[in-house]
Every structure is written in C-alpha cells, then in structure tokens.
C-alpha cells in the first residue's frame, strides 16, 4: 500500500518562498500524478496543482504564478515551491495520489491516497 | 467552475444512529466525477466513496453514497466512535472543487 510522507520547513517568513517534499513509498512516483492540496484554517480544503513524473504540471488558475512543482524519480518523491507567501497561505499542506478515470467522455479524478499533513505557517 | 454546497454544517449524532450528509452541485455533474473523504485532525484525509457510490479499498459497508445531477448523499448507516470527523465532498470538472464540509460530532 502506498504511503506519502510531507517534509519541510513548518515556519516561512511573509514574502519567501514556502518548499515541501513528499517521499513516496510503496509505489513508484514514475506512474500516476501527484497532487498538492491545502486547508486553511476555518476553510475547506483546496487543491493547488499536480505533477507528472514527466515533469509536466497543473495548478490552480489564481496561485498559477506563485507555485511550481517537480519530480524526482531517483529518490521517489516529488516537491512543491509556493512563492511570495502571505498569512492568507498558513494552512496544513497535503501532497496525494491522483486516480484518474475515463467515463462516458468525462475525465474523473480523485484522490484515493494522503500524507498526514504538515502545518506551514507564514509569520515573521 | 462548480461549487459543491455540503450540508448541514455540524451533524451532532450518537454512536449507532444513521448519518446523512447532503452535497449540492451548482450545476449537474456526471455522476463518475463526485467523491467523498473523510478528514481528522493529524491524520491523512482517506478516501471514502469515487464516482458518486463505489466503497474506496477497505471501507466499511456502512458507508454508502448516492445520488446524480446536483444532489448527492453520504450515508453512514451506524456510527461507529471512529466515525466522528469532518467530511468532504469532491468534483473534478475542469479543475478540481470541493464542499465545505460537514462536521459529525458526538451528541
């Protein structure tokens, strides 16, 4: 059974940038997509983006300047690097497996595997 | 971009009693595309429910979702103490949304 494992800094100051690390194990990162998602304090939860082990990535149209994303098939883990960050971005940070599936002509993702989470606040 | 409306906001039951919980679209969504996680604080979120009522691997039959178009149920026939969290509901349209969430907490 595959497992997610978030890592990084917990504490970033306004206007650096916030990088995070999820180690996969139990599953290579090399197939299926990866995504990041967030929730805010009092606040759902929200996706941000995913990666491909090709390197090629989606994210959220309203934080698409701030974020970027990577793989790193040599130590099977992939990372998130989210810019220019603000109080509004203090939120416990989730990284996850996308299962995608054709149906009908519609494209279905969900998200069947987690990492615990980790806590990043923004605070001088 | 589609808004999931979950409700209520708070559920308050007791081990044993059946929990519905409700997840709105604002607009129809194919069936395939609605799922369900359940989320306690400092554990990873786990999937419950895909493609509006398949059982996520090892969920227990209690759990059982339903619905199509814009109106879409969690059902938890018997709460069990584990049971108590914060549940979502989920669409992949052209990006990815979720609920709000309702909370079920012991009454």
């Known amino acids: ?18 990088s995070l690390t999820c180690t996969v194990s139990g599953g290579s990162v090399s197939i299926y997509y990866w995504s990041w998602l967030r929730q805010t304090a009092g606040k759902g939860l929200e996706w941000i983006g995913h990666v491909f082990a090709d390197g090629s990535t989606s994210h959220k149209s309203s934080l698409r300047t701030r974020v970027s994303m990577s793989v790193d098939t040599s130590k099977n883990q992939f990372a998130l690097k989210l810019s220019s960050v603000t109080a509004a971005d203090t939120a416990v940070y989730y990284c996850a497996r996308d299962i995608r599936r054709f149906e009908s002509g519609y494209l279905s993702i969900w998200f069947d595997s987690w990492g615990p989470g980790i806590l990043v606040t923004v605070s001088s | 971009e ?12 007791s081990p044993g009693e059946r929990g519905t919980l409700f997840c709105r679209a604002s607009e129809s969504i194919s069936t395939s595309s609605l799922a369900w996680y359940q989320v306690k604080p400092g554990q990873a979120p786990r999937l419950l429910i895909y493609g509006t009522s398949s059982r996520a691997t090892g969920i227990p039959d209690r759990f059982s979702g339903s619905g199509s178009g814009t109106e879409f149920t969690l059902t938890i026939s018997s709460l069990e103490p584990e049971d108590f969290a914060v549940f979502y509901c989920q669409h992949y349209g052209s990006s990815h949304t979720f609920g709000g969430g309702t909370k079920v907490e012991i009454k």
């Open chain 2, 2 to 13: 589609t808004v999931l409306t979950q409700s209520p906001g708070t559920l308050s039951l």
């Open chain 1, 1 to 18: 059974q595959v497992q997610l494992q978030e890592s990084g800094p917990r504490l970033v100051k306004p206007s650096e940038t916030l």
